[in-house]
């Protein structure tokens, strides 16, 4: 918990204003200030904000406005990445929304019972940039021209699983070529990544070393980014205990006393062959085996 | 294996309705009475600020505290507790998962929760809460279980499932199914330690009272000590413009926006019987004479 220490002086919230309007004369004819008048203030903290002759301010909807001493303060949250989630199957409610909630996000509803997992599907962007032409190559015919130039053919696939995926040209022109790496092979249009290579435009660069790199200007589209159907699934997330803190899937490696949470066989194992005498036992590591 | 985490400090962005708020005062710091924590509202009194390029945008950290003077305006020193709020509930249960019986958990009820509180419990959104445990017995005199608290780890509603035993015993396990009512929360610390395989962390009894509290922000401890005088209020009686009028013998200080600071009776004591001057005094007069107005007296 954080500490802060401030300090206010009252006498800057004290009214020290004497309206005419509150000033009266007495029996004896001396100006004198009437302190039963509602608009006299002096010397004290109203609990309204009130105007130089002691009138309420009021806001846009006629309501008097509480006086206030502000204090600015700032709030942190301190946070540490728990770590991978593991997935398990669930039961969907039996009655499914229909309509989102309103400004429905998955932070704020979490994985909202009865919410289908379309809600969480986002709108698709089309991503567009420009690229080198390296790509060319994957769609070119086996067959050379008689100069030895490259051939292009019109929707021959040169997918290397021609049976699902369609990678090749769809149009070719004097200016440009366009084609589709690993589309659907039933779904061509919609998508795979569509390139545009321009046959007369080239692109100047320098590489990682120095050298100049050119190449045919390159324009590439993707279609089906954000969250769909194809990247987005619900299920119940739970938190094991072992994986509290890692951040990746642990991935065997050869080292073999790898933490896999309550149970390092391997090393206790190992420990026992170093065990010689009983006093090891309750040296070593502080009494490790023992306990 | 790539292991790892990262922390790290963000400006809160907490909805006031996630907040709590508490104020004691006391007069001065030699006070010996117990300390009277009083709630406030904080959506009366706390006012996140907008970020400037985007007005419907919380700027993030940055909060305003409105202090009502009809409680604020008095000397001495106020304490305000601002923490995360609490959620009090009881535990439905507490059991494993029939699919993951190494995974154990507790269970609440949504339906025990506060309407406008349910949707904190809707399934992932409590990842991240406090749980703190009341003893189970009353009358002991400290009704919370001090310095235990578990952090929930995911929640999901859930289902109750009988599991047989055999031997005529049945036990329950959960499965996820958001048509329940009831919501598994997994909690941290749970499992055994791999050197003592049965100490097992305690992580709640059924129908025993917890506290659930979000940790959007770390709570904060103002103290504000509201004084009569400072740097300023001391500058007027020194640079002010002051009046005194011979006439009566007000002294009137002004303050820097030359309003009526302060006002004194200057007089002589003298003795009664040979008029020799004994003492001259300045008495603070507060019956504000407001024909002693700067501007009045200098408009000539």
């Keep these: 918990m954080k500490y802060i220490s401030k300090k206010r002086n009252l006498e800057n919230y004290t009214v020290r204003n004497i309206p005419k309007s509150v000033l009266v004369k007495d029996s004896d004819g001396k100006t004198v200030i009437d302190t039963d008048s509602p608009n006299y203030y002096y010397g004290t903290i109203p609990n309204f904000k009130i105007d130089n002759e002691g009138n309420f301010i009021l806001n846009d909807f006629g309501q008097k406005i509480v006086n206030t001493i502000d204090i600015e303060l700032f709030l942190t949250q301190n946070l540490d990445d728990m770590g991978i989630f593991t997935d398990n199957p669930y039961t969907p409610k039996s009655e499914t929304l229909s309509t989102k909630p309103n400004n429905f996000n998955s932070f704020t509803y979490g994985r909202l019972a009865g919410a289908p997992v379309d809600f969480y599907y986002s709108p698709t962007p089309q991503v567009t940039g420009n690229t080198d032409d390296s790509l060319l190559k994957e769609v070119k015919s086996y067959r050379k021209s008689s100069g030895g130039d490259d051939i292009y053919v019109t929707n021959l696939n040169t997918s290397k699983d021609p049976k699902d995926s369609f990678s090749g040209v769809l149009l070719e022109d004097a200016n440009k070529i366009v084609y589709k790496i690993n589309a659907n092979k039933n779904n061509i249009s919609n998508t795979g990544i569509e390139y545009t290579t321009f046959k007369n435009v080239f692109t100047n660069t320098i590489d990682d070393f120095g050298l100049n790199k050119t190449y045919k200007t390159t324009i590439f589209k993707a279609l089906n980014s954000g969250w769909n159907q194809f990247n987005t699934s619900l299920n119940a997330s739970i938190k094991k205990e072992e994986y509290l803190g890692v951040v990746f899937k642990p991935e065997v490696e050869s080292v073999v006393f790898i933490n896999r949470g309550v149970a390092d066989i391997f090393e206790r194992h190992s420990l026992l062959s170093e065990i010689k005498t009983t006093n090891d036992i309750d040296t070593n590591r502080g009494g490790f085996i023992r306990s | ?300």
């Design chain 2, 1 to 300: 294996m790539a292991t790892g985490n990262y922390g790290t400090i963000r400006p809160a962005d907490v909805s006031v309705e996630d907040v709590e708020m508490f104020y004691s005062y006391t007069p001065n710091r030699e006070s010996l009475s117990d300390v009277e924590l009083i709630p406030l509202n904080p959506s009366e009194v706390l006012v996140p600020a907008n970020n400037p390029n985007n007005v419907t945008e919380i700027f993030g950290g940055l909060y305003t505290l409105k202090l009502p003077t009809s409680i604020f305006g008095t000397k001495g020193f106020y304490n305000i507790i601002i923490r995360p709020r609490q959620i009090r509930t009881t535990i439905q249960d507490c059991s494993v998962l029939i699919d993951n019986q190494d995974v154990k958990g507790i269970v609440f009820d949504i339906n025990q929760i506060p309407t406008g509180l349910q949707s904190r419990f809707e399934n992932g959104n409590l990842v991240g809460y406090r749980v703190e445990y009341l003893k189970e017995e009353s009358g002991t005199g400290q009704d919370k279980i001090q310095n235990l608290f578990r952090i929930i780890t995911s929640n999901n509603r859930a289902l109750p499932i009988t599991q047989n035993q055999g031997n005529s015993n049945a036990s329950v396990a959960y499965t996820f199914n958001d048509n329940s009512t009831s919501v598994f929360c997994t909690v941290s610390p749970s499992s055994a330690p791999s050197i003592k395989p049965n100490a097992v962390p305690f992580i709640g009894n059924a129908q025993q009272g917890v506290i659930i509290t979000n940790t959007f922000f770390d709570p904060v401890m103002l103290e504000i000590e509201m004084v009569e005088f400072d740097d300023e209020t001391l500058a007027y009686a020194l640079f002010s413009n002051q009046t005194k009028s011979l006439e009566d013998g007000i002294y009137t200080i002004y303050n820097f926006g030359n309003q009526i600071y302060r006002q004194y009776n200057l007089y002589e004591v003298k003795d009664q019987f040979t008029g020799k001057p004994l003492f001259e005094v300045r008495e603070q007069k507060f019956t504000i004479d407001p024909t002693k107005d700067f501007d009045d007296i200098t408009n000539f």
